[in-house]
């Protein structure tokens, strides 16, 4: 197309006689000037000068054609700063500017006013009476046009400043042309420079937080965005991952259904959270994986209807690496909660070959020294203080079976929702700033033979005891137990202070209509500390588990 144009350009020449030698030796120079240099911003500007100067006009200026209509930019020589003051708004390509850029062929007007396109100048616009202009045809499309006012010398500009001018706006067509692809080059590189630094940071060890706020802040600076986020989760659960700028406030899940490409939308139909400092637009990248849309990036703009093709291929390359970035350190953390979980079996498995059985032969061991002595060969005190502890190895092998039960469960997983998981956790959470750590046993298929229905009033009788004992008891020892078999016991003790005898039992009484409810029982065992033998509570609340 473009040379068809040159073409028709250099027969008008021949047609309009211009071979004047000097004249085409200035018409050559200028077509070289013109194609000078490839930033698109300072090509514009020199087509005008060139222009102006070879046709010798008094003003002139470039227009570009807008995406939709009109001028998207108004570039122009001539005008004083103090003219340009009184002006008020450029050009936007309405009356002849727009005739040509609708109809894109040369035209020469003698008298602008007299003209039926010309709808007259804006207040302080400099008189102009003639006019010459041409289109820029790039690759078949109008990019805009060489518009030149006011010959010198008061006269009319010919047909051969027709000529001239049109092969003028041929080279100046190809200086844009070539000016565009190195922009595009130029864009297409800088969004491969992010691409290939962002992907490869989580093989480096970079954490997935530190990528995609990266990948964030680059997006903003390579495409002007008002803001940048990154969203991930199902998309009608969506939460913020990474910004630009501040934070945005702390809200609900964000929902953006439906989205499984790339679009543009007008700024008020996303969240409006997500929306901030003037932005009009939004742009919505979905990430994407095998199962799914997972998240989206969002980008926000305050004029920004469209993408050209380099940047939609950068944000979609900028959305699988972001996805692939999530994916990977998913699998990571995968990995790592697989080898913390090997761990704890291992640990789990040498706390019972090792040191349960350990501790099982020194008791035993206890009890045959006890049983092979004669009777009165140990004093009642030594005797009695042995039985103790043979009783605290005991409790010790217990609380390391419910360790091994712990480090082979896994908090995180839906294993939660069993009878010992739920147990731990409520200790847990109840004794987390407690100065006395709870001892917690298990004897029992517990997981298997309590019932769903169980499960709440075992959260009940858990938080009332250990609450008691726990705040009121000033005890240095509490141990928890549960067990179960034909009847499920839950035993709280403690070597506290007691209970005293005008204490009314208004929570412990709740326990005792949740044990009926179930057909049990609920007791309250109390010993105030500085009466006879050891003090402390034990609470026991059972319910039969057959029947």
Known sequence: ???????????????????????????LEAVLVVGQGLELDDALQRIVEVAAGVLDARYGALGVRGRNGGLSAFVHIGITPAQRARMGHLPVG???????IEQPRVQRIPELSAHPASVG?????????????????????????IYLTEKRGGVEFSESDEALVGVLAVAAGIAVDNARLFERAR???????????RGSEPLAGISLDDTVSRLCIDVAELTSAVDVMLLTGDPDHLRVRAHTGDPPAPAEPLSLPGITRQTVVPADSVPQILVRRSAEWATIVPLQRA????????????????????????LAGVAEVASL???????????????????????????????????FAVGMSIQSVLAASEPGAIGEPAAERLQQVIGDLDRTIAQIRTSIFDLQTDADRSDSATLRRRVLDIVAELAVHAPTAPGVAFAGPVDTLVPASVGPHVDAVLREGLSNALRHADADRIEVSVSADDVLVIEISDDGVGIAPDVTYRGL?????????????FTVVTTPRGGRGPSGTTLTWTIPLTG
């Not at 909660?337 to 350990?358: K, M, W």
């Not at 009484?509 to 029982?521: I, M, P, S, V």
């Open 325 to 359: 970035a999530v994916a990977y350190a998913e699998q990571q953390q995968l990995a790592r909660d697989l080898e913390r979980g090997e761990d704890r079996h291992r640990i789990a498995r040498d706390l019972h070959d090792h040191v349960i059985q350990r501790l």
């Open 187 to 197: 864009t297409r590189h800088r969004w491969m420079q992010v691409l290939a630094r």
């Open 94 to 100: 309405r009356g002849v500017l727009g005739e040509l």
């Open 509 to 521: 009484d709740n326990l005792t209509r949740r044990a009926e409810q179930c057909d049990g029982t």
């Open 291 to 314: 199962s799914g849309t997972f998240g989206a990036i969002v980008v926000t703009h305050r004029d920004r209807r469209s993408w050209d093709d380099e940047d939609v291929a950068g």
């Open 121 to 145: 100048f804006p207040a302080g616009h400099p008189p102009m009476t003639t006019f010459l202009g041409a289109p820029i045809i790039v690759r078949g499309d109008v990019f805009g046009s």
């Open 1 to 27: 197309m473009t040379t068809r144009n040159l073409h028709s350009a250099l027969a008008a020449l021949r047609t309009r006689g211009v071979e004047d030698p000097a004249v085409l030796a200035d018409l």
